[in-house]
């Protein structure tokens, strides 16, 4: 079972930039799809960004073109590059490893870390 361990969160100003990491307690190698999501007050847990391997990703609509994700293999780590952050940002941070079906939607198969606090607020 891979332990996942994010970091990076803070509180930033509208407009800012912040990145977040997520460090894996094994190798990331053999794992094709990485994920983040992100989890607001009140509201349910949400896919924003996804890896494969092969460096392929995918974003929600509510970031795209301002979060950028990507991994180090040799690091073990993936990244949430967070730009022209919004107060509907704010969220506690995840990530996770995921699957894929045929259909393309994405499911979570490792179990939730502490994730990472992000604030959007001036």
């Known amino acids: 079972q891979v332990q996942l361990v994010e970091s990076g969160g803070g509180l930033v100003q509208p407009g800012g930039s912040l990145r977040l990491s997520c460090v894996a307690s094994?190798?990331?190698?053999?794992?094709?799809?990485m994920g983040w999501y992100r989890q607001a007050p009140g509201k349910e847990r949400e896919l924003v960004a996804a890896i494969s391997r092969g460096k392929s990703t995918s974003y929600a609509d509510s970031v795209k073109g301002r979060f950028t994700i990507s991994r180090d293999n040799t690091k073990n780590t993936v990244y949430l590059q967070m730009n022209s952050l919004k107060p509907e940002d704010t969220a506690i941070y995840y990530c996770n490893v995921l699957g894929m079906k045929y259909s393309g939607t994405y499911y979570t198969t490792a179990s939730w870390g502490q994730g990472t606090q992000v604030t959007v607020s001036s």
């Open positions: 094994g190798s990331i190698f053999s794992i094709n799809h």
